[in-house]
T-cell receptor
Framework: DGGITQSPKYLFRKEGQNVTLSCEQN?????MYWYRQDPGQGLRLIYY???????QKGDIAEGYSVSREKKESFPLTVTSAQKNPTAFYLC?????????FGDGTRLSIL | SQELEQSPQSLIVQEGKNLTINCTSS?????LYWYKQKYGEGLIFLMM?????EEKSHEKITAKLDEKKQQSSLHITASQPSHAGIYLC???????????FGQGTRLTINP
């Protein structure tokens, strides 16, 4: 079945550590997105990519990095520079807008 | 203030009752997307509205777009427990292949 797979479902980060969240899609979509969701808030855009080897910063890109080496994959790295990383992270894909979402990764601090 | 405001933020209704959720934009709308989210899960795309006056339905859920008011409403008829969750609207901006989201409306259905 076509869809978006995010892994892991739960992730714990130690102080000063970088962690990478995986996002893979087999929908053949050009556009992929990373959003952060905090309790009681809507989604805030971290990074998005409309084509392989190209990506743009969203509204809250500081402390995060991404790559888009393959159409199917758009991993997100939460760096040690992100001082408040505890949140629910959602990956999405679409033809031109985010229409399909993964099940999310919940990141917590150890 | 938020660029996209949803109201109410929380809604509790008795099973079988109708309800409406609103999404109001402070800027011109170039497309409005509605999603449903169950707690701790991803978003499920419900429908997209692009033209003023457009109305779409999916099962017992109907959404309308009022371009002049820069507002969209989501109406659920004869609510069921399966309708419970968080409803989010997302707005497309001119020339931008990304969405701005509202803060969500948490819907609880009481039996």
């Amino acid at each position: 079945d076509g869809g978006i797979t995010q892994s892991p479902k739960y992730l714990f980060r130690k102080e000063g550590q970088n962690v990478t969240l995986s996002c893979e899609q087999n929908l053949n979509h050009d556009a992929m997105y990373w959003y952060r969701q905090d309790p009681g808030q809507g989604l805030r855009l971290i990074y998005y990519s409309q084509i392989v080897n190209d990506f743009q910063k969203g509204d809250i890109a500081e402390g995060y990095s991404v790559s888009r080496e393959k159409k199917e994959s758009f991993p997100l790295t939460v760096t040690s520079a992100q001082k408040n990383p505890t949140a629910f992270y959602l990956c999405a894909s679409g033809v031109s807008q985010p229409q399909h979402f993964g099940d999310g990764t919940r990141l917590s601090i150890l | 203030s938020q660029e996209l405001e949803q109201s109410p933020q929380s809604l509790i209704v008795q099973e079988g009752k109708n309800l409406t959720i609103n999404c109001t934009s402070s800027k011109t709308l170039y497309g409005l997307y509605w999603y449903k989210q169950k707690y701790g899960e991803g978003l499920i795309f419900l429908m997209m509205l692009q033209k003023g006056g457009e109305e779409k339905s999916h099962e017992k859920i109907t959404a309308k777009l009022d371009e002049k008011k820069q507002q969209s409403s989501l109406h659920i008829t004869a609510s069921q427990p399966s309708h419970a969750g968080i409803y989010l609207c997302g707005a497309a901006r001119e020339g931008a292949q990304k969405l701005v989201f509202g803060q969500g409306t948490r819907l609880t259905i009481n039996p």
